[in-house]
């Protein structure tokens, strides 16, 4: 049987709103986690920016891996943060690189101001099932990695995403929590375990239980060592 989603460290705010304490809100309704930060990271900035500009171009992304739980709190950093978007075609990769220039992106692997180095950027790594790397206003670290689209559980994550708004003005739209929390226990290393029992944790009662065990299952990977947190 599922978890029930909102246990006793939720406290009710109204109808379709829970406290989880004086920083995180989730609006099970709406599927929106309002979060107050009293300062912004590196990776937020950068996060922000970029989803800024998917969101104007109107490209469907999430964000996964290990900026999820930086978001939320847990004290690391990390060199990259990873988007995940729907297929699109070069053009459409093109206008999306204008637009980042703009806002002061450039990429990592081309010239971002030439269209001819910009479409084979797309050829050679994009169309390819590589990443492609973003950086912000010449902050190297954390850069941006986008990929598209390839796999069961990116289909997954796109269409199940999560928004979550951050003092009531920046917004990211990231994996949901069941399946997050599972990849990071397959890829296995002590950083992503720590990971996912931050996040398993952090929103154990809003978690839906069989959900996560599908996704263990799926991703053949072993849930078990969250039942000892």
Same mark, same amino acid.
């Given at each position: 049987?599922?978890?029930?989603?909102?246990?006793?460290?939720?406290?009710? %705010?109204?109808?379709?709103?829970?406290?989880?304490?004086?920083?995180?809100?989730?609006?099970?309704?709406?599927?929106?986690?309002?979060?107050?930060?009293?300062?912004?990271?590196?990776?937020?900035?950068?996060?922000?920016?970029?989803?800024?500009?998917?969101?104007?171009?109107? %490209?469907?992304?999430?964000? %996964?891996?290990?900026?999820?739980?930086?978001?939320?709190?847990?004290?690391?950093?990390?060199?990259?943060?990873?988007?995940?978007?729907?297929?699109?075609?070069?053009? &459409?990769?093109?206008?999306?690189?204008?637009?980042?220039?703009? &806002?002061?992106?450039?990429?990592?692997?081309?010239?971002?101001? &030439?269209?001819?180095?910009?479409?084979? &950027?797309?050829?050679?790594?994009?169309?390819?099932?590589?990443?492609?790397?973003? $950086?912000?206003?010449?902050?190297?670290?954390?850069?941006?990695?986008?990929?598209?689209?390839?796999?069961?559980?990116?289909?997954?994550?796109?269409?199940?995403?999560?928004?979550?708004?951050?003092?009531?003005?920046?917004?990211?739209?990231?994996?949901?929590?069941?399946?997050?929390?599972?990849?990071?226990?397959?890829?296995?290393?002590?950083?992503? %375990?720590?990971?996912?029992?931050?996040?398993? $944790?952090?929103?154990?009662?809003?978690?839906?239980?069989?959900?996560?065990?599908?996704?263990?299952?799926?991703?053949?990977?072993?849930?078990?060592?969250?039942?000892?947190?």
């Amino acid at each position: 049987m599922a978890r029930e989603l909102f246990g006793d460290r939720g406290r009710e %705010v109204d109808g379709s709103r829970v406290a989880l304490d004086g920083a995180i809100v989730f609006d099970r309704a709406e599927r929106v986690i309002h979060l107050t930060r009293q300062a912004l990271l590196p990776e937020d900035v950068a996060a922000f920016a970029f989803a800024g500009v998917l969101e104007e171009r109107r %490209v469907r992304y999430v964000v %996964v891996a290990g900026y999820t739980a930086i978001l939320f709190g847990r004290g690391r950093r990390s060199d990259d943060i990873d988007f995940i978007i729907e297929e699109i075609d070069e053009d &459409v990769f093109v206008e999306l690189c204008r637009r980042a220039r703009g &806002v002061g992106f450039t990429l990592m692997q081309g010239d971002i101001e &030439v269209e001819e180095s910009v479409r084979e &950027v797309y050829r050679s790594y994009l169309a390819e099932g590589y990443g492609v790397r973003f $950086m912000y206003r010449d902050m190297a670290l954390p850069n941006v990695e986008v990929k598209l689209t390839r796999t069961e559980a990116h289909r997954y994550a796109l269409d199940h995403s999560m928004a979550v708004v951050v003092n009531n003005r920046f917004a990211v739209r990231i994996s949901p929590l069941e399946l997050q929390i599972a990849y990071k226990l397959f890829l296995g290393t002590e950083k992503d %375990v720590g990971d996912a029992v931050f996040l398993y $944790m952090l929103f154990r009662d809003f978690i839906d239980s069989e959900e996560l065990e599908k996704w263990c299952m799926k991703l053949e990977t072993n849930c078990k060592v969250l039942e000892e947190v």
